[in-house]
């Protein structure tokens, strides 16, 4: 059983479309996570819930919108991609808000054309 | 802003000890240091975390000073299948350890 799952893992759309990123955990982890890896591999950490409830929302535009309808899932919806927004979108969870041992989704590739 | 600061690569052969050093002057006091390792097309994978002076496990050990401004990941004896990027983590005590950073990460080649 994949602890930390993401569909799809790879995505190839046009510019101005919107899309959708799954992500389940069946770690029974309270906290899960978004992070966006760019072409330079830096990881930077996009949206946090903690037992549903949005608790880092970091400088991203509008157009991401992530959901949370249990604590096991956090889907990412990304409305009017812009080519910007290829990236690699890892998901991840934790124990807890202030648990550092992040258990990370294999991620999902997206490139925007 | 970038919290930590790691060598871009390192280079080692198989067989060797290969210590990698992650700054944190800015660490908080209640932050703890935690490594994770990525291999190319999958998520970063935890291996170890700590709070002061020296945590083993069965793949690394983590030395960090009584001033807590630096840690270091050491692999002892590493194969090829080590080849990877390390980062270094600490908490963001600003937003009462919610967020870490990660920083840029180190990568290194181990070489037959």
């Known amino acids: 059983d994949t602890a930390v799952s993401q569909t799809p893992k790879y995505l190839v759309t046009q510019m101005g479309n919107d899309k959708s990123i799954k992500c389940e955990q069946n770690l029974g982890h309270d906290t899960m996570y978004w992070y966006k890896q760019d072409s330079k591999k830096f990881l930077k950490i996009m949206f946090s819930?903690?037992?549903?409830?949005?608790?880092i929302n970091e400088t991203v535009p509008n157009r991401f919108s992530p959901k949370s309808p249990d604590k096991a899932h956090l889907n990412l919806h990304i409305n009017s991609l812009e080519l910007g927004d290829s990236a690699v979108y890892f998901c991840?969870?934790?124990?807890?808000?202030?648990?550092?041992?992040?258990?990370f989704g294999s991620g999902t590739r997206l490139t925007v054309v | 802003l970038a919290k930590t600061t790691q060598p871009i690569s390192m280079d080692s052969y198989e067989g060797q000890e290969v210590n990698i050093t992650c700054s944190h002057n800015n660490i908080a006091t209640n932050d703890y240091i935690t490594w994770y390792q990525q291999f190319p097309s999958q998520g970063p994978r935890f291996i170890i975390q700590g709070y002061k002076t020296k945590v083993t496990n069965e793949v690394a050990s983590l030395f960090i000073p009584a001033d807590r401004k630096s840690s270091t990941l050491s692999l002892p004896r590493v194969s090829l299948s080590d080849t990877a990027v390390y980062y270094c983590?600490?908490?963001?005590?600003?937003?009462?350890?919610?967020?870490?950073?990660f920083g840029a990460g180190t990568r290194l080649f181990v070489k037959a």
């Open positions: 819930y903690n037992n549903k409830e949005l608790i």
């Open positions: 983590l600490v908490g963001d005590g600003n937003t009462g350890g919610f967020k870490t950073i």
């Open positions: 991840a969870s934790s124990q807890e808000a202030r648990s550092y041992g992040y258990t």
